[in-house]
C-alpha cells in the first residue's frame, strides 16, 4: 500500500507539471522570475521564521498538562521533521519530530503523534474559518460552495474534537476494544493503542481556560502564512488583493493531501497556479510566483532542519525509529 501511494504521489506531481508546462512559457516564466525584488523575498523568509515560531509555541501548548517543554528542543523537532517532510515522501517526518522530542523531553512518542493528530485538525478549521471569512466579506472568487457552507465546515470539525474530548476516556477505549474483535486481520494492529494517544492529546480541549490561547495561536499562524504569500507577491509585483494570499494558502494547504513526490514538486505549482487563475494572474507569473515561494519555504525547511542536526549532534541514522 505504501508504495503504491508513493507511485501515485509521483504520478500524480509528474502530471501536474507537465500540465503546468502546456500552458505556460518558460522563457516567460523565468524572465519574471529573475525580475523577482530579493528584498520583499527577504521580508517574505523573515515572517515564514515567525510563523514557524508560533507554531512551535503552539505545538508547546498542545501537550498541556505537560508543561515547561523546552523551546529550543521543540523547535529543533519541529524543523528537522519538517526536513524530512521536505525530502521524503509518505509524511513520514511528522513521526519524526515526535520521535525527536519524546528523546529530549519527558513525553511520550504516542502523546506527540497524537498532539500532532490535533494540530493537524486545528490547522485544517483555522484555513477553512479564513475561507469562510473571506466569503463573508465578499472576497472569495466564484465556488461552487456557498459561504454559510464553507463557515460550517470550518466549525464542524472543532465541534467534533470538542465533543470527543468530553467522552469519557475508557469508555471510548473499551468501546474500540469491542469494535476490534469484530475487524478483519485485527490481530496485526492495536485500535485501543492506535486511538488513544490522540484521545489523550484532545484532553487538551476539556481545559477551557486555554482554548482562547490555542485558537489565538492558532490565527496568527496561518495569518501569518498568508502575509509570507501577500510578501512574496509584492516581490513580483503581483497586483493582487490580501484575499488572494488568503486564498492561495487555503488551496494549497488543502491540497496538499493529495498523494505527490517529496516536497510536494508539481503539485504545489500547479495548485497555486490554479489558485491564482481567478484573479486574472497571468500562468507565466503565476508559475514564476509558485517556484520563488516553494522553493524559498521548503529550502528554509531543509537549511534550519540541517542547522538543528548538526546542533543536536544528530545523525541520520538516529532518524530510524
Request: aromatic share 10%.
Amino acid at each position: 500500500m505504501a508504495r503504491l501511494r508513493l507511485l501515485l504521489g509521483v504520478v500524480i506531481s509528474v502530471g501536474c507539471i507537465a500540465a503546468l508546462l502546456s500552458q505556460i512559457n518558460l522563457g516567460l516564466a523565468w524572465s519574471a522570475l529573475i525580475r523577482a525584488n530579493p528584498l520583499w523575498l527577504l521580508a517574505a523568509m523573515v515572517i515564514l521564521a515567525a510563523t514557524m515560531f508560533t507554531k512551535v509555541y503552539r505545538w508547546g501548548l498542545l501537550y498541556y498538562p505537560t508543561t515547561g517543554l523546552r523551546l529550543g528542543n521543540l523547535t529543533s523537532a519541529l524543523f528537522i521533521g519538517y526536513m524530512v517532510l521536505s525530502l521524503v515522501p509518505m509524511r513520514v517526518g511528522e513521526l519524526v519530530r515526535a520521535y525527536l522530542i519524546s528523546k529530549t523531553e519527558p513525553v511520550t512518542f504516542g502523546q506527540s503523534v497524537g498532539t500532532i493528530l490535533v494540530e493537524k485538525v486545528l490547522d485544517i478549521t483555522t484555513i477553512l474559518l479564513f475561507l469562510a471569512g473571506l466569503a463573508v466579506f465578499g472576497q472569495l472568487p466564484e465556488l461552487a460552495v456557498p459561504g454559510p457552507a464553507l463557515a460550517a465546515m470550518g466549525l464542524l470539525p472543532l465541534a467534533g474534537l470538542i465533543a470527543l474530548a468530553a467522552l469519557p476516556r475508557a469508555a471510548v477505549l473499551a468501546l474500540l476494544a469491542r469494535v476490534q474483535l469484530h475487524l478483519p486481520g485485527s490481530g496485526r494492529w492495536n485500535l485501543v493503542k492506535m486511538v488513544g494517544p490522540f484521545l489523550d492529546a484532545l484532553a487538551i480541549l476539556r481545559y477551557r481556560q486555554l482554548l482562547p490561547a490555542i485558537a489565538f495561536w492558532s490565527a496568527i499562524n496561518w495569518g501569518l502564512s498568508a502575509l509570507v504569500n501577500y510578501a512574496a507577491m509584492r516581490a513580483f509585483d503581483l497586483p493582487l488583493p490580501a484575499a488572494a494570499a488568503v486564498f492561495q494558502m487555503v488551496v494549497t494547504n488543502l491540497g496538499m493531501v493529495v498523494p505527490s513526490a517529496p516536497g510536494y514538486v508539481g503539485v504545489f505549482e500547479g495548485l497555486t497556479v490554479m489558485a491564482l487563475n481567478p484573479y486574472g494572474v497571468d500562468p507565466n507569473q503565476a508559475l514564476a510566483y509558485s517556484l520563488a515561494l516553494h522553493i524559498m519555504v521548503y529550502g528554509f525547511f531543509i537549511a534550519v532542519g540541517l542547522w538543528c542536526l548538526w546542533r543536536g549532534g544528530y545523525r541520520w541514522s538516529d532518524l530510524r525509529m
